[in-house]
């Protein structure tokens, strides 16, 4: 049913031939005495069928030369007194204004027709039967009625599938839209990942590396633990960008353990190797938080220990702080400082292209919350981050470092 429905809305110029044959069969061409000759009968009959084949083309025109000739037909007398095989030919050219939406042609079409029948009941009434002058006008309503009934129900059903159509299209937009801004979205939190992972890891090797050069005369043990301490945040680098380059090739792979709360207190320990150390506190209860954002707290801490590696002098001691708040609670929300004092030697100095803190301002935001960082009143400097728990399932996402 499906194939001859579209078969057949693909030739509409099936339906037009069989249109022009059903107007031309019903009114036989012939030889009578109160007709007019059958050369004009042709001639007449041709202009009120064959114009049909182009009325989707041209309806108005077609819509006039019928017209005109249902005229002739009437004056001339080409079938008698007969008017209704002109008036099948105006009904069907009715129908295609209709369909067409040409509402004020279709009403001068069926006021001219209404004219037409209203005088010939007139012109025949000393000829005609009663009932033939009652059933030939009240034939003639119900035809162009149908006809009109007929093209407003399927120019409102082909309005229906269009919009139905339209909608459609739009939907499949906005999913592809959707899509793409998923993608975007999904991108920029790789980044940021990747970001997190390579500058952490990378500061952190770079500085202990330079501090076993200038301790492997005064302390050969201390060149080992620092090296141990390169390998180990090589290892940790390695695999975390291994994951990541994992999902990107395959992001419904399955993710292993990622870092959260509880690995604080590792990544403090490595920073504080060859520098002055850094204290690491806690506060409220870490139970009841989402695996997401632990992820955020811990890649909070570790931005903020990347710039104070990264920037701080060496021997300025440094204060880890992460206030967990009260589990269970309602407007629970997790603070977290990252702090370094002045120092007295020349900081590491090395470069940086400003992204961290704008990534982590970006992945802050998701969670609903705010970054501070700036100047401390003793020369030091500070990172502050304010997340709420509440908000964390907007951000909870699968996350892939």
Known sequence: ????????????????????????????????????????????????????????????????????????????????????????????????????????????????????????????????????????????????????????????????????????????????????????????????????VLAHSVSVMVLNAEGAKLVRHADPAAVDRTLDIVS????????????????????????????????IGELVARCSLGRAPIDYTTTGESDGLPASFTLQVYRVVQEGLTNLVKHAAPDAAGTVHVDFGAAHTAGRRVRIEVRNAAGTAAPAGLPSAGQGLRGLEERVAMFGGRVHAGATSDGGFALRADLPVDRAGAGNRPVAA
């Open 232 to 263: 180990e945040t090589g290892r940790a680098a390695l695999h975390d960008l291994r994951v990541l380059l994992e999902v990107l090739r395959a992001p419904e792979a399955a993710l292993g353990p990622q870092p959260g709360s509880r690995d």
């Open 1 to 196: 049913m499906d194939r001859c429905t579209r078969w057949w809305h693909s030739h509409p110029w099936v339906s037009d031939v069989l249109l022009a044959t059903a107007v031309a069969v019903p009114p036989r061409v012939g030889a009578h005495p109160e007709w007019r000759p059958v050369p004009v009968q042709i001639v007449v009959m041709a202009f009120l069928v064959l114009p049909l084949l182009a009325r989707r083309r041209h309806p108005r025109l077609v819509a006039v030369v019928v017209a005109a000739a249902g005229l002739v037909q009437f004056a001339g007398q080409v079938w008698g007194d007969e008017i209704q095989r002109g008036n099948v030919a105006l009904a069907a050219v009715l129908y295609t204004l209709v369909v067409r939406g040409l509402v004020r042609d279709a009403a001068r079409l069926a006021a001219f027709a209404a004219g037409l029948t209203l005088v010939w009941a007139v012109s025949t009434y000393p000829q005609v039967d009663a009932d033939v002058r009652v059933m030939t006008p009240g034939a003639t309503a119900l035809l162009f009625a149908s006809a009109a009934l007929l093209g407003a129900f399927n120019r409102s059903r082909r309005e229906y599938l269009a919009e139905v159509e339209r909608r459609a299209r739009l939907a499949e937009s906005e999913r592809e839209a959707l899509a793409r801004a998923a993608v975007a979205e999904e991108r920029a939190r790789v980044a940021r990942e990747i970001h997190d």
